[in-house]
């Protein structure tokens, strides 16, 4: 499983992000794995897809408690809280 992870990170840190979000749900199918979402939320993130990498990094989190996901979740939840939405949609 750890070559898949590496080939997942090499992916996304080339920026290739549909090709690691294809890798990540390939194995996903195989295995429901808390390592695969969070890098599929990694990759997520680095395409833009923040709310679909929130689901992923949620669903890693629920799966293992000790997760980085965990972590990840709750930095972007910090950022999404402090996002005022009232003041860019009068």
Same mark, same amino acid.
């Given at each position: 499983?750890?070559?898949?992870?590496?080939?997942?990170?090499?992916?996304?840190?080339?920026?290739?992000?549909?090709?690691?979000?294809?890798?990540?749900?390939? =194995?996903?199918?195989?295995?429901?794995?808390?390592?695969?979402? +969070?890098?599929?939320?990694?990759?997520?993130?680095?395409?833009?897809?923040?709310?679909?990498?929130?689901?992923? +990094?949620?669903?890693?989190?629920?799966?293992?408690?000790?997760?980085?996901?965990?972590?990840?979740?709750?930095? =972007?939840?910090?950022?999404?809280?402090?996002?005022?939405?009232?003041?860019?949609?009068?």
């Amino acid at each position: 499983m750890q070559g898949v992870y590496g080939k997942i990170r090499a992916l996304t840190a080339r920026g290739d992000t549909a090709g690691a979000l294809a890798l990540a749900d390939e =194995w996903l199918q195989k295995q429901d794995d808390a390592g695969l979402h +969070y890098l599929r939320g990694n990759a997520l993130v680095k395409a833009g897809r923040r709310t679909e990498a929130m689901n992923a +990094y949620l669903h890693a989190s629920r799966l293992d408690p000790d997760s980085p996901a965990v972590e990840a979740l709750a930095l =972007w939840r910090g950022i999404m809280d402090f996002y005022c939405k009232d003041m860019y949609n009068p």
